[in-house]
Each structure stands twice: as structure tokens, then as C-alpha cells.
């Protein structure tokens, strides 16, 4: 590595000494600017079809194999991002020297082993990447890469760290622990836990905080039902005709075929493939000997058809995998197949019927048509209607817009968030209905329309209270749930107690040596770390600890006192014990200050510069006019 970058720096010098101005084709010519070349405009600054082009270039190259509208999303956010950068560079007068120009290009133009590109390679590499000629890419270099760079620095250069931030830093990345810990899951137990419901009632009485809802909320609402408008709707004969006719290929019967197979598996769990292969030869000399093949199935198939004589019903082509699809459309009714190997096993195949594509009547299905056409209908005029009552609620009141509309207002019970919790006889616990409730800002608010099984509703927030303790008989299934919750949680705690009990006699023994004969805990619930910093705490810590105040100050042997941690929305318990633990010297500080320093300055400026980047995304583009324009301009090119 060190002899290829000494032979490409030698190189850049003799080619800067050698080539000077020959180097760049551009100097002294304009750039060529075909008729609208300007696809969109962020401040002062124009992003041309150059530029998008050879961004959506170096993005697809990149990241080969991603979602094409991704990489547009990529390709437009950073057209928008060096168009900024340009303008902040324009505003302040900033330029880019032909020496920087001609840097970068000698850098482009010699490969990792030193070796230069001529003129005519480069050239032909750069009509052959981009599609456009060398004058046009090097502008896009001087305009675009450098000039946006210039700028960027500026933020990276104006980030001031102080000499508290050095130290934490080298502490955060040098101060190291090793730590032991089980993890225990509350579903890890679930075979070790339970309740009946005596045992369920006590824990009800004596742990009445431990029962409650969350904060409520109650709803008034107008309700929308798709079966009702659709009984409003009429459908004439002639509309059911149009849509058949515009839409025959829903109404046409694919050809397909009827067949029976025996299946003898192969892979983990099933027969080798030569085990297989005797298997089916013995299938085929029992077919030829004259055994039906109905009983062959029966008899011989490890297929979940094989009671019904192996009979797979009709399909039509490319359902079934290719070996096996070529085959059966191959051979004629009545056909058996020699042995067909796919990636489930050897098959023997029997084609045993064939109906070619044919066309459904209208007439038989005149009144599917009709019923879909109603419901097409009522749903348009129920989105219509909510979306009108939205519009009249915000201006009116929303009991003025259901006076208006002649809408019957009901009113939810008290609810809250949890997903069992019910909110009346037409709500029920529809999960879009709870969410839209909790997700309004204010009482009075007045929701979007929200679409809820058979239907959609608006709704407004009319009142608030504090959780309520669950009722045990009306809420038996969500008090059992937490009960259980309960239950395990003790369970856990219990077996933690008696680890830090049984450490504290046997200090030498690890945590899986002292967990005794409880066979639910497995090896795999119990971890020992690296030497680790602040950086490589275990996933379940890293948002509920600090590494310096809770982690660090442990002597070796003592045990964290948090147990309960929650991470990717579930609950974790841990039990974590320091082994070791090395502190920092800050004589070594030093040697690395310049370092530390250099990446703490890139961090708050590339704090800075997205901040900035994004306060003038709002205010070039509030409405993502561009934004959209270019996605256009971008997507379009595929």
C-alpha cells in the first residue's frame, strides 16, 4: 500500500512539472450548454442535466442492486445539497483556482498503482462513463466538487473544540471495562410462570398500581358505513357491460392443467439423494408393474396430497417450479413422466386433464360486476362525505357540520392507547380509530378521515382523565396479561437475587457456574464482554446507562444496580457484574490531542453544515417544488 501511494504521489509531481496547462482540456473554452440545459433552480445557483446525469451515474454504480426510486431519492437530496453549498460559496465570493482544478484531475487521471491516464484514454473513459465530452466534465468538477467542497471546509474550519471536550473524548474512548451479564426475557420463562385465577386476583388486590390504564381520552365521531351507501348505490346493466368489456382479462380463463404426482424428498430431514433416487426407481417399477397411480401415491409420496392420491387439482402455467412446470405442459393426457428432479425432491408426474383459456360470460358474471361497481361507488361517496365534513367541522364546529350534513354524533367511552382497550359499540378497539385519537394535539382537534373496518370516521377530542384501575371481571384478559407481566418479572428479580447471593460466597465462579440446576436458563442467556469503552456497552444498556457514572465506578465483583432496561420497544433484564475494569493515563494523551481534536472539529462541523444545509433546504424549497421536479427529471431517464 505504502509503495503504490509513493509511486502515484511521484507521478502526480513529475506530471504536474511535465504537463502543466496540457493537463485540463477546458481552460480557455465554455463549457458546451445544450438548449435547456437548466433543469431547476436552488438560489442563485442552476442544476443542470450535466450534473444530474453524472450523479445519477456514480449513485447507481454505487449501490447496485438497490430500489431504482431509492437511488433517485439519493441522487435528487444531494443535487439539492451541492446546489446550496454552491450558493453559500457564490455569496461569499469563492472561487476555485485552476492549480486546485488541475490537482484534482491528476488525481482522477492516475490509478492506485501510479500509472497516468493520456488524453485520448481519459477522454474516452469520460464520454464512455458519462456520456459527455471532458470540457463538460471537468466545469462540472470546478462548479460543482470543488467549489462546494471550498465551502464545505468552511464549517469544519469555524468548529471550535475546546480542551474539555479532548479529554472527555480520549476518557469516553480509552477508559475500558469488561463486564458479565445474563440477559432474561420475560418470554424466555413462560413455561416457568403461571397464574390461576386465585392466584391472579391476589395480585390484582395487592398491586393496584399495577393495574391501571393509561391516560384516556374520549371521542365524539361521525360514522361512515360502506354497507349502508352501497345499498344507496345503482348500477344499470350498461355500466356493468363497459367495465366488462374495458376489463376482459379479469373475465378470461388462463388454459390449465390437471395433475397427480409422487414426491420422494430430499434434504435435511428427508433422503439423501441417492437414498432418493433408489426410491423412486422403486415407485417407477411398482407403476410399470401396474399398481394405479392414485395407490402409488399413497403409498410411496412424502407429499401432504398424497392421501388424495397425489392429486395437485388443475394450475395454470409458471405455478408450479420450472423443472416441474416444463415437464407437466409437455406431456399429454394421461402421460406418466420419468423421474423429474426439482429442489424439493424427484418427482413422478401424471398429466391428467387440460382446459383451454376461455372467456367468462357476461352473464355469469354480471352480478359480481354489478356488486363491485357498488362498492367502488359507495366508497368514493364515502370518502366524499368525510372529506366535506372535515372541511365544514375545521371552519364550523364539529357539531355544526354534522347539524349541516344531517349526521348522527356519537360518543366513545374513556380509552386509552392499549390495544385491547375498547371504545364503544361501533368503534370497538380499531386499532386506525385509537391511533388517530391519540395521535390529535388538542382537545377540540378535529381528525382526517380515518378508515375503520366497513367504513371511515371523524372524529373530535372532547375530554381527558387520569388511567383508571381495570375492572377484573370486564378486563379479565388484559388484567391476566399484566398479571402475568407481574408474575414473570418477580420470577426473574427471584433468580437475580439469588445470583448476587450465591456470587457473593463463590466470587471465582462465573454467573453461569452459579445459576445451579435451573435448566430454563441456557448458556446462551449468559455473555462476557471484551475489553470494551463507552462505545461497545451491550445493545440493552447503551440508552439507559452512563458508561462513566453507573459502569465505570463499579469495583470489580459488584453488580450494576439497574435491572430492568428497554430496547427496540420490549423489555429486557438484565443482570450485569464488572469482571474488570482500566482507566485512562493521561500521559498518553498527548501523542494523540491533534488526533482527537481533528475528528471532534469534523463532528460539530458536519453539525453545522447540516443544520445549515437543511435551514436553507426550508427556505429554497418549502413546498419541495424543486425537489419534486427533479425527482421527475431524474426518474423519467430510466
Given at each position: 500500500m505504502?509503495?503504490?501511494?509513493?509511486?502515484?504521489n511521484?507521478?502526480?509531481?513529475l506530471v504536474?512539472?511535465?504537463?502543466?496547462?496540457?493537463?485540463?482540456?477546458?481552460?480557455?473554452?465554455?463549457?458546451?450548454t445544450?438548449?435547456?440545459?437548466?433543469?431547476a433552480?436552488?438560489?442563485?445557483?442552476?442544476?443542470?442535466?450535466?450534473?444530474?446525469?453524472i450523479?445519477?451515474?456514480?449513485?447507481?454504480?454505487q449501490?447496485r442492486?438497490?430500489?431504482?426510486?431509492?437511488?433517485?431519492?439519493?441522487?435528487?437530496?444531494?443535487?439539492?445539497?451541492?446546489?446550496?453549498?454552491?450558493?453559500g460559496?457564490e455569496?461569499?465570493d469563492?472561487?476555485?483556482s485552476?492549480?486546485e482544478l488541475?490537482?484534482?484531475?491528476?488525481r482522477i487521471r492516475?490509478?492506485g498503482?501510479?500509472?497516468?491516464a493520456g488524453?485520448?484514454?481519459?477522454?474516452n473513459y469520460?464520454?464512455?462513463?458519462?456520456?459527455m465530452?471532458?470540457?463538460?466534465?471537468?466545469?462540472?468538477l470546478?462548479?460543482k466538487?470543488?467549489?462546494?467542497?471550498?465551502?464545505r471546509?468552511?464549517?469544519?474550519?469555524?468548529a471550535?473544540?475546546?480542551?474539555e471536550?479532548i479529554r472527555?473524548?480520549?476518557?469516553e474512548?480509552n477508559?475500558?471495562?469488561?463486564?458479565?451479564y445474563?440477559?432474561?426475557?420475560?418470554?424466555?420463562?413462560?413455561?416457568?410462570v403461571?397464574?390461576?385465577?386465585?392466584?391472579?386476583k391476589?395480585?390484582?388486590?395487592?398491586?393496584p398500581d399495577?393495574?391501571?390504564?393509561?391516560?384516556q381520552?374520549?371521542?365524539?365521531?361521525?360514522s361512515?358505513?360502506?354497507?349502508?351507501l352501497r345499498?344507496?348505490?345503482?348500477i344499470?346493466?350498461?355500466?356493468?357491460?363497459d367495465y366488462?368489456n374495458?376489463?376482459?382479462?379479469?373475465y378470461?380463463?388462463?388454459e390449465?392443467?390437471?395433475?397427480?404426482h409422487?414426491?420422494?424428498?430430499?434434504?435435511?430431514?428427508?433422503?439423501?439423494?441417492e437414498?432418493a433416487?433408489k426410491?423412486?426407481?422403486?415407485?417407477?417399477?411398482?407403476?410399470?408393474?401396474?399398481?394405479?397411480?392414485?395407490?402409488?401415491a399413497?403409498k410411496?409420496?412424502?407429499?401432504?396430497?398424497?392421501?388424495?392420491g397425489?392429486?395437485?387439482?388443475?394450475?395454470?402455467r409458471?405455478?408450479?417450479?420450472?423443472p416441474?412446470?416444463?415437464?407437466?405442459?409437455?406431456?399429454?393426457?394421461?402421460?406418466v413422466s420419468e423421474?423429474?428432479?426439482?429442489?424439493?425432491?424427484?418427482?413422478i408426474?401424471q398429466?391428467?386433464?387440460?382446459?383451454?383459456?376461455?372467456?367468462?360470460?357476461?352473464?355469469?358474471?354480471?352480478?359480481?360486476?354489478?356488486?363491485?361497481?357498488k362498492n367502488?361507488?359507495?366508497?368514493?361517496?364515502?370518502s366524499?362525505?368525510a372529506?366535506?365534513?372535515?372541511e365544514?367541522?375545521?371552519?364550523d364546529?364539529?357539531e355544526a357540520a354534522?347539524?349541516?350534513?344531517?349526521?348522527?354524533?356519537?360518543e366513545?367511552l374513556?380509552?386509552?392507547?392499549?390495544p385491547s382497550s375498547?371504545?364503544?359499540p361501533t368503534l370497538?378497539?380499531?386499532?386506525?380509530?385509537?391511533?388517530?385519537a391519540f395521535?390529535?394535539?388538542?382537545e377540540?382537534?378535529?381528525?382526517?378521515?380515518?378508515?375503520?373496518p366497513n367504513?371511515?370516521?371523524?372524529?373530535?377530542?372532547t375530554a381527558?382523565?387520569e388511567?383508571?384501575?381495570?375492572?377484573?371481571?370486564?378486563?379479565?384478559?388484559?388484567?391476566?396479561?399484566?398479571?402475568?407481566?407481574?408474575a414473570?418479572?418477580?420470577?426473574?428479580?427471584?433468580?437475580?437475587?439469588?445470583?448476587v447471593?450465591?456470587a457473593e460466597?463463590?466470587p471465582?465462579k462465573s454467573?453461569?457456574e452459579?445459576?445451579?440446576?435451573?435448566e430454563?436458563?441456557?448458556?446462551?442467556?449468559?455473555?462476557?464482554?471484551?475489553?470494551?469503552n463507552?462505545?461497545g456497552l451491550?445493545?440493552?444498556?447503551?440508552?439507559s446507562?452512563?458508561?462513566n457514572?453507573?459502569?465505570?465506578?463499579?469495583?470489580?465483583?459488584e453488580?450494576?444496580?439497574?435491572?430492568e432496561?428497554?430496547?427496540?420497544?420490549?423489555?429486557?433484564?438484565?443482570?450485569?457484574r464488572?469482571?474488570?475494569?482500566?482507566d485512562?493515563?493521561?500521559?498518553?494523551?498527548?501523542e494523540k490531542?491533534?488526533?482527537?481534536?481533528?475528528?471532534?472539529?469534523?463532528?460539530?462541523?458536519?453539525?453545522?453544515?447540516?443544520?445549515?444545509?437543511?435551514?436553507r433546504?426550508?427556505?429554497?424549497?418549502?413546498?419541495?417544488?424543486?425537489?419534486?421536479k427533479?425527482l421527475?427529471?431524474?426518474?423519467?431517464?430510466?
Open positions: 505504502r509503495k503504490n501511494e509513493t509511486a502515484r511521484v507521478v502526480i509531481v504536474c512539472i511535465a504537463l502543466g496547462s496540457y493537463v485540463l482540456f477546458s481552460f480557455g473554452e465554455a463549457p458546451p445544450a438548449q435547456g440545459d437548466t433543469i433552480t436552488i438560489g442563485s445557483t442552476t442544476i443542470k442535466r450535466r450534473d444530474a446525469l450523479q445519477e451515474i456514480n449513485y447507481r454504480n449501490f442492486g438497490m430500489d431504482a426510486a431509492q437511488v433517485d431519492q439519493f441522487v435528487v437530496s444531494s443535487l439539492v445539497r451541492g446546489a446550496i453549498l454552491q450558493d460559496a455569496a461569499l469563492m472561487a476555485v485552476d492549480d488541475r490537482d484534482l484531475i491528476i492516475t490509478d498503482e501510479g500509472n497516468f488524453n485520448e484514454d481519459y477522454a469520460i464520454r464512455r462513463q458519462y456520456r465530452p471532458v470540457t463538460a466534465y471537468e466545469q462540472y470546478r462548479e466538487a470543488l467549489l462546494g467542497d471550498k465551502f471546509q468552511l464549517f469544519v474550519g469555524s471550535y473544540v475546546s480542551e471536550e472527555e473524548r480520549f476518557t474512548e477508559r475500558k471495562v469488561t463486564l458479565e445474563v440477559t432474561v426475557r420475560p418470554n424466555n420463562i413462560q413455561s416457568e403461571s397464574l390461576d385465577d386465585n392466584q391472579l391476589k395480585l390484582y388486590d395487592e398491586n399495577e393495574f391501571l390504564t393509561g391516560e381520552r374520549q371521542i365524539k365521531f361521525v361512515w358505513v360502506l354497507s349502508d345499498d344507496e348505490m345503482t344499470t346493466d350498461q355500466e356493468a357491460l366488462y374495458t376489463n376482459q382479462d379479469r378470461r380463463q388462463p390449465q392443467v390437471q395433475a397427480s409422487v414426491l420422494v424428498k430430499t434434504g435435511q430431514g428427508f433422503l439423501s439423494d437414498e433416487q426410491k423412486i426407481g422403486e415407485v417407477q417399477e411398482a407403476l410399470n408393474g401396474g399398481m394405479e397411480f392414485a395407490e402409488a399413497k410411496f409420496s412424502d407429499d401432504s396430497n398424497a392421501s388424495r397425489g392429486d395437485l387439482g388443475f394450475f395454470k409458471g405455478t408450479m417450479v420450472k416441474f412446470s416444463d415437464k407437466v405442459w409437455s406431456m399429454a393426457e394421461g402421460e423421474p423429474v428432479k426439482t429442489q424439493f425432491g424427484y418427482h408426474i398429466r391428467v386433464a387440460y382446459k383451454p383459456e376461455e372467456m367468462q360470460d357476461f352473464d355469469a358474471v354480471r352480478d359480481a360486476i354489478t356488486n363491485e361497481l367502488t361507488k359507495a366508497r368514493e361517496e364515502m366524499s362525505r372529506a366535506n365534513f372535515v365544514l367541522a375545521n371552519s364546529g364539529f354534522a347539524e349541516k350534513q344531517g349526521a348522527v354524533v356519537q366513545s374513556f380509552f386509552d392507547s392499549d375498547e371504545m364503544g370497538k378497539s380499531a386499532a386506525a380509530a385509537r391511533n388517530a395521535a390529535l394535539a388538542e377540540g382537534d378535529v381528525s382526517p378521515a380515518v378508515q375503520i367504513g371511515q370516521v371523524v372524529m373530535t377530542w381527558t382523565r388511567g383508571q384501575k381495570l375492572s377484573f371481571e370486564n378486563n379479565k384478559s388484559r388484567v391476566r396479561t399484566l398479571g402475568e407481566s407481574l414473570q418479572k418477580a420470577f426473574i428479580m427471584d433468580f437475580f437475587d439469588a445470583l447471593a450465591a460466597k463463590e471465582e454467573l453461569q452459579l445459576k445451579g440446576d435451573r430454563w436458563a441456557k448458556d446462551n442467556f449468559f455473555q462476557v464482554t471484551n475489553s470494551i463507552a462505545n451491550p445493545y440493552q444498556l447503551r440508552n446507562v452512563d458508561f457514572e453507573d459502569i465505570f465506578p463499579l469495583a470489580p465483583g453488580f450494576l444496580a439497574q435491572r432496561f428497554e430496547a427496540f420497544n420490549s423489555n429486557h433484564y438484565l443482570l450485569v464488572l469482571k474488570e475494569k482500566e485512562v493515563n493521561m500521559d498518553d494523551l498527548q490531542r491533534f488526533q482527537i481534536a481533528q475528528q471532534i472539529q469534523g463532528q460539530s462541523g458536519g453539525d453545522f453544515l447540516n443544520a445549515y444545509l437543511f435551514e433546504t426550508v427556505q429554497y424549497d418549502p413546498k419541495k417544488d424543486v425537489e419534486k427533479l421527475s427529471s431524474v426518474g423519467g431517464r430510466r
